[in-house]
């Protein structure tokens, strides 16, 4: 065979099995880190920060804070990530609050519905900066003075 078929033909095969075994349509993503957000409770915003890490043994371990509760670093449970699909749930509170929700194509965001008891509401969460960031740019502020690129270099 010439190369002017053998081209061709080997380019037929690539889009052939490409069609056959295509691309994941769900991506993997990446639930690590700081996340920040709200359920909506019927227009009143409950706001929420969660923080996840990925184990050695590959399962998840996180925790939520719900400021106007009261409640901080509570542990989460069941978390898992398939595909785009997020679930976990707050471990040790009555009523079995579960957050099951969809990262966004970009996977800066997740939004669905959280369960408790009878109720199911709204929710949305978005990547955040980590508290460890935060504390770190609190003690080392920007002076007066300095011009923005010397400020950045603080940080």
Avoid at 103 to 115: H, N, V, Y
Wanted: hydrophobic share 40%; glycine share 12%; charged share 20%.
């Amino acid at each position: 065979m010439t190369n002017l078929v053998r081209k061709p033909l080997i380019l037929l095969a690539c889009l052939a099995l490409l069609a056959v075994f295509g691309s994941p349509s769900d991506p993997i993503q990446d639930l690590a880190g700081h996340w920040e957000g709200a359920i909506d409770l019927s227009g009143a915003k409950l706001v929420i920060d969660l923080d996840f890490a990925k184990q050695a043994d590959g399962t998840w371990k996180g925790d939520i804070s719900i400021p106007a509760q009261g409640g901080e670093d509570l542990p989460l449970a069941n978390i898992n990530v398939e595909g785009a699909d997020v679930v976990f749930a707050i471990a040790g509170v009555a009523g079995d609050p579960t957050f099951k929700g969809k990262f966004s194509t970009d996977g800066a965001k997740i939004a669905g519905q959280f369960s408790q008891g009878d109720q199911t509401f709204p929710f949305e969460l978005g990547r955040g900066e980590d508290p460890a960031s935060q504390v770190k740019r609190m003690k080392y502020p920007c002076l007066c003075g300095l011009n923005a690129m010397s400020c950045k270099q603080a940080k």
